[in-house]
């Protein structure tokens, strides 16, 4: 080992970082809530590349908890008022498609 740790250090290292790490760990539904926040900032230009990206943001968000279907409707709103004209395209896409699911209502 070049860092000078012996295996049984590092084993215990991470035992120990997993312990401590339950009061750090994300919750899986907030890390998917930022994934897909992340992916509708870096949404494309292109319609058929949109639509694509469109649709796995809808299947992700469907199967979110409330509270986070909440916090992305909350960020779809604010997102289809962006300064940038392909933010607001992408956000009435999304939001169109969202509408046509039957989870919505």
Known sequence: NTSGMSQAQAEQGEAAAAEAGSAEEVPLA???????EH?????????????SVVEAVELIVRRLPDLERRRFAAF????????????RIFAVDLIAEILKTDWVW
């Open 30 to 36: 907030t890390s998917l809530l930022a994934l897909i």
């Open 39 to 51: 992916l509708c900032h870096r949404a494309p230009e292109k319609a058929e590349t949109r639509v």
């Open 76 to 87: 779809a709103s604010r997102f289809s008022r962006s300064a940038k004209v392909t933010h």
